[in-house]
């Protein structure tokens, strides 16, 4: 067996022995209420907001008489969720209770020539980490190391890495998830989307979704409105080769054939102009360069398009007119998850300029101007200025990425001799990289490259079995974080703080990092004692206490002024070069990029093989929640899609489990049962991503069905911010057990 600087270890269920279990932090009680469903006022409530998905619905967490956490609901007032929860949202008590939560700190170590984890007391572990750290630093430079992050804790150790001199801090929600849109919604208004999006969906007339399909997307506040907007009696208009929940609910179904949305967008944007149809006064006052995209659009009939997309002509005016029948009350959705083929921030860059000429930036039941809370930071000394960043690994590239590209900070930790400096570490929190970022063979290659390695988490996930020291974090019913200041319709401030002490010796990301860093000599830069008072301080900031908050949970904050959409002939100063909404983008044609998007076809799959799409499930998160007890109740594998066309060819039965081999002959390293329908396109198999887990420690989730991740190995990089396009990826299908399969682990 070749064995590797870093061998993958399997984290054994241990059990902790009870010196371990520390005492409770805090008295996490936020007071009995009285209840038709507790009458003696035996329960108690906390306010938390939700850690298992990125919307952040604020919520209460109820304690029975023996403390233990009985069940989660919404709070009424926060904008996010009003009140309701989704089904993952509920569960989430699951995360608490699962019995295969890391327990302990562990520390690899070499014993009699074998890699092993053993368990350690924190003060061991937040020693080893901190001195690794030191040492890459004095080695290499402080800014070799990077800090890959997704969830609440990542402020804390975004401090740290800041205060230690790196500024290279990175999370999978750009460059693989959002990022193309927000770089092209910049080019194009001079404004980012961000989360909550800033969709008016609630008061539109008109909602066009593009692979983006609310329902099974169950971002709570955007799914909510869309039901009210049906009520309502809104079009929908859904353009995706899968039949989803949000087709189903859809006036219009465009089953397009996959990678040509592009040429439908274009088709659009030629009837919009030439039909007139487009917001002549807005257009007129607010964009720049409408001629020249007339000029540019003419190639793109819809003819053309009829022949690229699969959706006839008559189809694509007709749908032309519906969203000019709503304008400006019409939503071209930018979508979230946008990193397809390669040239996605163009294909957004299409959809922005599509909702420009119908008029619906700035305007009611179009896109709202979002307003939020600013909490201050605890003074703090200045932050050194860091003697590199990520962009000198590759000077020139990527940029109008606004944010750190975690793909190149992985190419970028291969050494290559043309760089002066590598990546040499990394803290990795709350993401699972290995199912997170495509090309899994190289996402380890870059881990065996590099000196040190710490994985903060709450699970035995697969990324765990790689680390150099393993921190287990408690769950977000378990502690206090920084609060939720996100935007939306109208500013608020939301709590988490703990509803039951920690389980095992598990703690949160704020402890963690303010042990890090005193032993690392930062403590100047954490002047808090203890996360209450810098909570204290910080709500004192904005006008209200830590004490109002673990009363209320969430606290709006009216707009001081009544600006969320234009105002009837307002001149509006855009933050572009020219000051208007760029229909010609100045900036991506000062790099060198198409200014307007320009289409090009990508690759077909080769006889015998579909497109691989993944999507997800109303029930999970990525692979997060694959462990979670009370949601595999719901859902315990995924399954394939397979039309009943191609079912016939190759004579698949409902529930017959195959192999799947991609393009690369990468093979599927567990079986998927087959689920034959007619919601999929005979040229593509779907299946819901974060499954097919190869972590031994998941006890409910280890080989439950497939990992799309694993067969994701050819990556379509957009060259204008470095998104990772994963979706250029096909495979065909093997029915017997394959021999000697190729695993990647
Ligand atoms: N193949 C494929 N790849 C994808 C996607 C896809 O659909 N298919 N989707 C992409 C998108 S849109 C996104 S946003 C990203 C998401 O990427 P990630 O957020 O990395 O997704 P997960 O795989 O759920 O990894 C989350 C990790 O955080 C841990 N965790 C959960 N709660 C906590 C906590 O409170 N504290 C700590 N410290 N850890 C915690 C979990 O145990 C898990 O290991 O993935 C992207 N990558
Ligand atoms: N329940 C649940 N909700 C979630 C999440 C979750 O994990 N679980 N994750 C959240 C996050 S971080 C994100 S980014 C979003 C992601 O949610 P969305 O942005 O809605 O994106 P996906 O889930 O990737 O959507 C995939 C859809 O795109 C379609 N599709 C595939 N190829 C093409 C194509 O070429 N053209 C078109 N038009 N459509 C195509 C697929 O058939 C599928 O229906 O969901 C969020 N909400
Ligand atoms: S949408 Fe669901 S999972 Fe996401 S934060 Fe809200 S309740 Fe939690
Ligand atoms: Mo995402």
Redesign the pocket.
């Known amino acids: 067996m070749k064995t590797n600087r870093r061998d993958f270890i399997k984290i054994s269920s241990m059990g902790v022995s009870s010196t371990a279990l520390i005492a409770p932090m805090f008295n996490w009680k936020s007071g009995s209420i009285e209840t038709a469903e507790n009458p003696g006022g035996s329960y108690s409530r906390t306010p938390t907001y939700c850690?298992?998905c990125?919307w952040k619905c604020a919520g209460w967490a109820y304690t029975n008489e023996k403390g233990e956490i009985w069940k989660l609901e919404g709070n009424q007032d926060d904008p996010h969720c009003k009140g309701r929860l989704c089904p993952r949202g509920t569960g989430g008590v699951g995360?608490y209770y699962d019995s295969d939560r890391l327990k302990t700190p562990l520390i690899r170590k070499t014993i009699a020539g074998k890699q092993t984890y053993v368990e350690a007391t924190w003060e061991e572990a937040l020693d080893t980490v901190a001195e690794n750290l030191q040492k890459v630093k004095e080695k290499h430079g402080a800014e070799c190391t990077a800090l890959?992050t997704?969830?609440?804790?990542g402020k804390f150790f975004g401090d740290l890495l800041n205060a230690f001199g790196s500024s290279n801090i990175t999370?999978?929600?750009f460059a693989?998830?959002?990022g193309p849109r927000e770089t092209a919604f910049l080019a194009t208004f001079g404004e980012i989307i961000a989360s909550p999006e800033r969709t008016d969906i609630r008061d539109t007339r008109c909602l066009v979704l593009i692979g983006s399909h609310l329902g099974e997307n169950m971002h709570n506040g955007q799914v909510q409105e869309m039901s009210e907007a049906i009520d309502k009696g809104a079009t929908i208009i859904t353009v995706d080769p899968r039949f989803s929940t949000a087709a189903s609910k859809s006036k219009y179904w465009l089953p397009i054939k996959p990678a040509t949305d592009l040429a439908l967008l274009l088709a659009w944007a030629h009837v919009i102009i030439n039909e007139s149809w487009f917001d002549r006064e807005y257009v007129e006052r607010y964009t720049y360069g409408f001629e020249q995209l007339k000029d540019h659009v003419q190639q793109y009939s819809p003819e053309w398009a009829y022949g690229i997309t699969t959706i006839k002509p008559d189809i694509i005016r007709e749908t032309a007119r519906e969203m000019a029948k709503a304008s400006p009350a019409v939503i071209i959705h930018p979508g979230?998850?946008v990193?397809w083929y390669g040239d996605d921030t163009q294909r957004l860059r299409a959809v922005a300029i599509l909702n420009a000429l119908l008029g619906s930036w700035g305007r009611r039941g179009g896109f709202y101007y979002p307003d939020r809370v600013n909490l201050p930071s605890y003074p703090h000394p200045e932050f050194p200025e860091p003697k590199r960043t990520w962009r000198d690994a590759h000077p020139g590239k990527y940029n109008l990425a606004l944010e750190v590209v975690s793909n190149d900070i992985c190419d970028s930790t291969i050494p290559a001799p043309d760089r002066a400096c590598n990546f040499k570490a990394w803290i990795v929190?709350?993401?699972?990289?290995i199912?997170?970022?495509?090309d899994k063979k190289k996402t380890l290659e870059a881990i065996q490259n590099l000196e040190f390695m710490v994985v903060?988490?709450?699970?035995p996930?697969?990324?765990?079995g790689y680390a150099d020291v393993v921190?287990p974090?408690?769950?977000?019913l378990e502690?206090y974080d920084s609060c939720r200041t996100d935007q939306h319709r109208e500013a608020s401030v939301a709590l988490r703080m703990p509803a039951a002490e920690p389980k095992y010796n598990s703690k949160p990301?704020w402890w963690m990092v303010k042990q890090l860093a005193a032993k690392m000599g930062l403590e100047e830069y954490f002047k808090w004692n203890d996360i209450e008072e810098l909570l204290s301080w910080q709500l004192q900031q904005a006008g209200t206490s830590l004490e109002e908050m673990k009363r209320i949970g969430v606290k709006k904050f009216p707009r001081a002024f009544d600006d969320m959409y234009f105002r009837q002939g307002e001149d509006v100063p855009f933050n572009t070069n020219t000051g208007k909404i760029e229909l010609y983008s100045t900036e991506l044609a000062a790099e060198g990029f198409d200014p307007m998007p320009v289409y090009t076809a990508h690759e077909e799959p080769a006889p015998g093989f579909y497109r691989l799409n993944?999507?997800?499930s109303p029930a999970h998160?990525?692979?997060?929640?694959a462990n979670n007890p009370n949601l595999t109740d719901l859902m315990d594998e995924n399954v394939l899609w397979v039309n009943p066309k191609v079912a016939r060819e190759w004579q698949l039965k409902n529930g017959q489990p195959v192999w799947l081999e991609n393009q690369d002959g990468v093979i599927s390293e567990f079986p998927i049962k087959v689920r034959i329908t007619e919601r999929i396109r005979w040229d593509s198999v779907y299946m819901v991503?974060?499954f097919g887990h190869a972590s031994k420690q998941l006890s409910r989730a280890y080989g439950k069905g497939t990992?799309?991740?694993d067969l994701?190995t050819r990556v379509h990089v957009d060259p204008v911010m470095g998104g990772t396009g994963?979706r250029g990826n096909f495979v065909t299908f093997r029915i017997e057990e394959p021999e000697g399969k190729e695993v990647v682990a």
């Open positions: 850690e298992i990125f995360m890959f997704h969830g609440s804790g999370a999978p929600s693989q998830c959002r979230r998850h990193t929190n709350g993401t699972n990289l199912y997170t970022l495509p903060i988490d709450t699970m996930m697969e990324i765990t921190l974090e408690c769950t977000y502690r990301a993944y999507g997800r998160t990525f692979s997060r929640t991503h974060g990992s799309d991740s994701i994963m």
